[in-house]
């Protein structure tokens, strides 16, 4: 079975999202009147999303529609197919694994906590560092 490579890459940010948030995939699912097992499908790209879903998504996800694109870069070239099956991520995924797109436990308790500093000006100074301590370690 084929997996289009976008597919594949707006369901793991459904998924990413959805977890940070503490939501199960019944209650997202029931939120927008489909099964748990149709959320499933999308966050494995089996099934595609479209543009009137994903509005809903955005919106009871509470990001813009851009957050499910927003780790494609803009320069890739023609969209993919990518022949073999997605990742299998199962329940709640361990620890952050450098070769996997899987978020790992240590990456969503990351996200959690980022987003419950309400200081909107230390969230944006933490970000920043993060980043520069990003770049800087792999400079090394």
């Not at 996800?61 to 023609?78: M, Q, R």
């Not at 969230?123 to 993060?130: D, G, N, P, T």
């Given at each position: 079975?084929?997996?289009?490579?976008?597919?594949?890459?707006?369901?793991?940010?459904?998924?990413?999202?959805?977890?940070?948030?503490?939501?199960?995939?019944?209650?997202?699912?029931?939120?927008?009147?489909?099964?748990?097992?149709?959320?499933?499908?999308?966050?494995?790209g089996a099934n595609r999303i479209g543009a009137s879903r994903l509005y809903e998504f955005s919106r009871i996800l509470g990001?813009p529609i851009s957050y499910f694109f927003s780790d494609l870069g803009a320069d890739e070239g023609a969209p993919i197919i990518?022949?073999?099956?997605?990742?299998?991520?199962?329940?709640?995924?361990?620890?952050?694994?450098?070769?996997?797109?899987?978020?790992?436990?240590?990456?969503?308790?990351?996200?959690?906590?980022?987003?419950?500093?309400?200081?909107?000006?230390?969230?944006?100074?933490?970000?920043?560092?993060?980043?520069?301590?990003?770049?800087?370690?792999?400079?090394?």
């Amino acid at each position: 079975m084929a997996f289009h490579e976008i597919d594949v890459r707006v369901g793991a940010r459904l998924r990413l999202r959805r977890t940070t948030l503490g939501m199960s995939q019944e209650q997202l699912g029931s939120a927008v009147g489909l099964t748990f097992q149709q959320i499933q499908k999308y966050e494995r790209g089996a099934n595609r999303i479209g543009a009137s879903r994903l509005y809903e998504f955005s919106r009871i996800l509470g990001v813009p529609i851009s957050y499910f694109f927003s780790d494609l870069g803009a320069d890739e070239g023609a969209p993919i197919i990518v022949h073999r099956d997605p990742p299998a991520w199962g329940g709640e995924a361990g620890a952050a694994d450098e070769d996997s797109a899987a978020p790992g436990r240590e990456v969503l308790e990351l996200v959690r906590a980022y987003y419950q500093i309400d200081n909107v000006r230390v969230r944006a100074r933490l970000f920043e560092l993060v980043k520069s301590v990003g770049k800087n370690a792999s400079e090394d």
